[in-house]
C-alpha cells in the first residue's frame, strides 16, 4: 500500500511518523516499489513493527495510536469484499475506472454490512 494508505490504515493523522520510521531505515523490511515507481510498504507485519517502535514514553502528552483495531476493521472490511468479488476476474492492477467504480461499490457494500453488524 502507498504510504498514505499505510498512514490511515495505522490509525495516524498524517504520513510523518511513517516517513519518520523510513528516513531512520526502522522499517526497511517493509519497504516496496510499485510497478509505477512509486514508494510502497509491504502491511504482513507491519502493525506489530510500528506498534513496537512506538512505545509510548512515559512522558509523552501524546499517545501512540492503536494500530489493531485500524487494521482489524479493514482487515474485517477486506474479508467482506473478498467474499462479493470474484478475484480471478481482476487481473493485476492497473484497473479500468469500471473495475474501481465496482471496487468502491463492494467497500461501500463491506463497511455498511459491518455497520449493521455492530
Known amino acids: 500500500m502507498s504510504i498514505t494508505e499505510a498512514s490511515i490504515a495505522l490509525g495516524f493523522r498524517s504520513r510523518s511518523t511513517i516517513y519518520r520510521l523510513l528516513k531512520s531505515g526502522s522499517l526497511s523490511e ?7 515507481g512509486a514508494r510502497c510498504l509491504e ?8 506498534r513496537r517502535l512506538l ?18 476493521w ?8 473478498n467474499r462479493y468479488l470474484d478475484v ?4 493485476p492492477p492497473p ?16 463497511v455498511e454490512e459491518l455497520g449493521n453488524a455492530g
Open 95 to 110: 484497473w479500468s475506472p469500471l473495475q474501481w467504480s465496482v471496487l468502491v461499490g463492494v467497500a461501500q457494500m463491506a
Open 30 to 36: 517493509f519497504e516496496r516499489t510499485s510497478p509505477s
Open 43 to 50: 502491511l504482513d507485519g507491519l502493525a506489530d513493527t510500528v
Open 88 to 91: 480471478d476476474c481482476w487481473g
Open 74 to 81: 479493514w482487515g474485517d472490511v477486506a474479508s467482506s469484499c
Open 55 to 72: 512505545r509510548r514514553q512515559v512522558n509523552s502528552a501524546t499517545p501512540v495510536p492503536s494500530v489493531a483495531p485500524a487494521l482489524d
